[in-house]
């Protein structure tokens, strides 16, 4: 498909992953609005690339069902998320192992949900954040890992409940398979975990081979929205160099 044109919404567009991607979707001349709550940030987005902005908690309930009405996008990228409380497994206090859930996956389940009782035209596309913590685990992440995992589930059930209701519209999970380092989310995972390896953060993110800058993940994540043999699967890794690989097929 080319994104020329198309009405996509992003949230958590302003920083990190979510604005490498905003600029590669405004680099394929598509119509972007960004979602997310600091206005500053929402402010240095909209004037440098000339996209759309709604300030938003993503984990309200109303305002997911609210802008998906008025916007009502053919393409909906759910990227918003929190950088977990870093500690080691035996020290973690309960909040904050569930802190994840209780930013990434409360979004996840509310945009979701508005996704399919809005409901989004048929041939819409949603696009959730998953991690590749949601693969091997994060063990000084707390919940990070499952909630991320709990992500890609949630992509998988609403795809039940839209050919259930003949909604046509396919939801499918984005799983970076590397830290990302000048990111929120990436500098809080590699300066806890080279710390704990007695390393630079700069010696650990190396082990991930070539890095994935935000733009670069950005054109990926393009790739998989404008390349039809992508169209039906659920599941993608990213990674730099290895480009995208799909980590989970179309259920039969």
Sequence with gaps: MSLKGKNIVVTGGS?????GLVEA????????????????????VRTRLGVSTIAADVTDETAAHSILTEVRPDILVLNAGMPPPMRRFDQVSW????????HDVKAGLYWLQAALNVPLKPGSRVLVMSSGAGVSGSPMSGGYGGAKRMLWFMAQYANSVSEQKHLGIHFQAIVPLQIVGGTGVGDAGANAYAH???VTTEQ???RFGAPM????????VVEVLDDPRYSGELAFGLKGGAGVTILEGAAA
Excluded at 15 to 19: M, T, V
Excluded at 213 to 220: A, H, L, N, T, V
Aim: hydrophobic share 50%; proline share 4%; charged share 25%.
């Design 15 to 19: 920083r990190g992953l979510g604005l």
């Design 25 to 44: 979707l405004v680099g394929c001349g598509a119509r972007v609005t960004v979602v997310a709550r600091g206005a500053d940030a929402l402010e240095a």
């Design 95 to 102: 909040a904050d192992f569930t802190a994840t859930w209780e």
């Design 196 to 198: 704990a390896m007695g």
């Design 204 to 206: 650990f993110l190396a």
């Design 213 to 220: 800058p935000p733009r670069e993940f950005g054109e990926k």
